[in-house]
């Protein structure tokens, strides 16, 4: 590969991992939101969703779970997968009072921290 290809390459990742953060930063935002401000069958999921994007050894999360929730939800969900594969930024951090707010959700929906963390 010539040198101009490589820095094409690398302008490309740099500008699609650019997009992918500042998408799931609303993305992240929303699912929070749901889970510190509504009650119904899907805020569990997305709890232990947000929980595993917070601390991925502490919570489990089952990709099936995706499978169980509205599209729009499911989407903002891949939204931040995607930006965590670019590994920018902890999600947390894009919200205001990120860990704050996550450790009050795990709270609020009872997941338990490992014994070991």
């Given at each position: 590969m010539n040198p101009?290809?490589?820095?094409?390459?690398?302008?490309?990742?740099?500008s699609?991992?650019?997009l992918a953060?500042?998408?799931?930063?609303l993305?992240?935002?929303?699912?929070?939101?749901?889970?510190?401000?509504?009650?119904s069958?899907q805020?569990?999921?997305i709890a232990?969703?947000?929980?595993?994007?917070y601390n991925?050894e502490?919570?489990?999360f089952?990709l099936?779970?995706?499978?169980?929730?509205?599209?729009?939800?499911?989407?903002?969900?891949?939204?931040?997968?995607?930006?965590?594969?670019?590994?920018r930024a902890d999600l947390h951090?894009l919200?205001?009072?990120?860990?704050?707010?996550m450790r009050?959700v795990i709270?609020r929906?009872?997941l338990?921290?490992?014994a070991s963390?």
């Amino acid at each position: 590969m010539n040198p101009d290809a490589i820095h094409a390459e690398i302008a490309q990742c740099e500008s699609r991992s650019h997009l992918a953060t500042q998408a799931a930063a609303l993305a992240f935002a929303r699912l929070l939101k749901l889970a510190e401000e509504r009650d119904s069958g899907q805020i569990p999921r997305i709890a232990r969703f947000l929980a595993a994007a917070y601390n991925g050894e502490a919570f489990q999360f089952d990709l099936f779970e995706l499978r169980a929730v509205d599209i729009a939800i499911s989407d903002d969900m891949l939204t931040c997968l995607d930006a965590l594969r670019w590994a920018r930024a902890d999600l947390h951090t894009l919200v205001p009072d990120g860990d704050r707010r996550m450790r009050t959700v795990i709270d609020r929906w009872g997941l338990q921290w490992p014994a070991s963390i």
